[in-house]
């Protein structure tokens, strides 16, 4: 069961591999460029960062003008180097995220994880949002229209992961900003889901459910039905994850020529992605959204050089033992419900919530 994991993610990522071809071809180093956001600041605590003031773009720079030095860093930079700004947002709040909260994470992990549910709340497989999760992604869309007078420069690309959390999300921040109106095409990628293994949160769905509740969406090649990744008793560790997310990198930057682009994920994969560019650790609370200029340095070979990447990735890893006993979620933690009504017969990704948010 050590092996199953990384032998299934490798063949799978193999295959996904043939759709962005040039990147067997070209390794490079990674980097963010520091000196536009608080958050790359090692003098910013990430326990109390605000990311609705202003995504953390520092005090004396504005959207214009940070538009400008990322349009004057690529018309600039060698033919062998590139730059775009991602936008990496961690889905709002889910039914376990509620459950880790009030179990402790050491129970959690230990056992509620393994569960669906408990009769009152379920959390598996693949966990809904929140009513709170729903109102904070609605609030987020109403953060990003705030920024619009200001040259706010808006994705052109969005990648998702496979999960409802993240998607809902996603759509729920950009559907009345630019989804709606066809300009782009959110693609779900398996390279952004959450940690592989173990807890049945992070167990997805398979594509016909998905392809039914988001008609709007592109599936990347290679992307199979059912969750062939995921084992109940084992879990991927932080290298593979990094790795994950490197490939994840090395595919965008491979085939999309944008320079904006949205990424809708978990916390895991924003971990792995910030250590993947050498970027600082930085926690994201549920919900929030954090750009990070991204500079890629090709290199041309078949054999990348050792000193581009370097990760260790370690056998995967069981369930620990629980040091303490179970108790049982009170009523007060509402059953997971599907609250969201994504049709075909609307506009592209048109949403219906059940909850108001103020602006």
């Given at each position: 069961?050590?092996?199953?994991?990384?032998?299934?993610?490798?063949?799978?990522?193999?295959?996904?591999?043939?759709?962005?071809?040039?990147?067997?071809?070209?390794?490079?180093?990674?980097?963010?460029?520091?000196?536009?956001?608080?958050?790359?600041?090692n003098s910013t605590n990430d326990s109390n960062f605000d990311y609705t003031d202003n995504l953390g773009l520092h005090d004396n720079l504005t959207w214009i003008e940070f538009r400008e030095q990322i349009e004057a860093l690529n018309?600039?930079?060698?033919?062998?180097?590139?730059?775009?700004?991602?936008?990496?947002?961690?889905?709002?709040?889910?039914?376990?995220?509620?459950a880790e909260s009030y179990y402790g994470t050491p129970l959690w992990n230990c056992?509620?994880?393994?569960?669906?549910?408990?009769?009152?709340?379920?959390?598996?497989?693949?966990?809904?949002?929140?009513?709170?999760?729903?109102?904070?992604?609605?609030?987020?869309?109403?953060?990003?229209k705030s920024l619009l007078a200001?040259?706010?420069?808006?994705p052109q690309s969005f990648y998702s992961s496979p999960f409802t959390r993240a998607a809902d999300t996603l759509v729920l921040t950009w559907a009345d900003i630019i989804l709606d109106s066809g300009y782009s095409t959110p693609i779900f990628k398996e390279s952004l889901r959450e940690t592989i293994g173990l807890h049945t949160c992070d167990k997805r769905r398979s594509k016909a459910y998905l392809e039914d509740r988001y008609p709007d969406f592109e599936f990347e090649k290679g992307f199979y039905d059912e969750d062939i990744l995921w084992t109940k008793d084992t879990q991927e560790d932080?290298?593979?994850?990094?790795?994950?997310?490197?490939?994840?990198?090395?595919?965008?930057?491979?085939?999309?020529?944008?320079?904006?682009?949205?990424?809708?994920?978990?916390?895991?994969?924003?971990?792995?992605?910030?250590?993947?560019?050498?970027?600082?650790?930085?926690?994201?609370?549920?919900?929030?959204?954090?750009?990070?200029?991204?500079?890629?340095e090709s290199i041309l070979g078949f054999t990348p050089p050792t000193s581009t990447f370097s990760i260790s990735v370690g056998p995967s890893g069981t369930a620990p033992a629980c040091s303490t006993s179970y108790s049982t979620v009170?009523?007060?933690?509402?059953?997971?419900?599907?609250?969201?009504?994504i049709s075909s017969e609307t506009a592209p990704a048109t949403v219906t919530v059940t909850v108001t948010a103020s602006a």
């Open positions: 069961m050590v092996k199953l994991n990384l032998l299934a993610s490798a063949a799978l990522f193999a295959s996904q591999s043939l759709a962005y071809s040039p990147a067997a071809q070209h390794y490079g180093y990674y980097s963010t460029v520091s000196g536009f956001f608080k958050q790359d600041d018309e600039e930079a060698a033919n062998n180097v590139s730059y775009k700004v991602i936008f990496f947002a961690r889905h709002s709040e889910g039914y376990h995220n509620v056992y509620y994880s393994l569960l669906d549910g408990n009769g009152t709340s379920q959390w598996g497989p693949d966990a809904y949002l929140t009513e709170n999760g729903i109102d904070n992604a609605i609030n987020n869309s109403y953060l990003i200001d040259d706010f420069p808006l932080d290298g593979a994850k990094v790795l994950r997310a490197r490939q994840f990198l090395d595919d965008v930057f491979a085939s999309d020529e944008n320079t904006y682009i949205s990424v809708t994920a978990h916390s895991g994969v924003g971990s792995a992605i910030l250590s993947a560019l050498g970027h600082r650790k930085f926690k994201l609370a549920t919900g929030a959204i954090i750009p990070l200029v991204v500079r890629r009170p009523s007060s933690v509402a059953f997971a419900s599907d609250s969201l009504d």
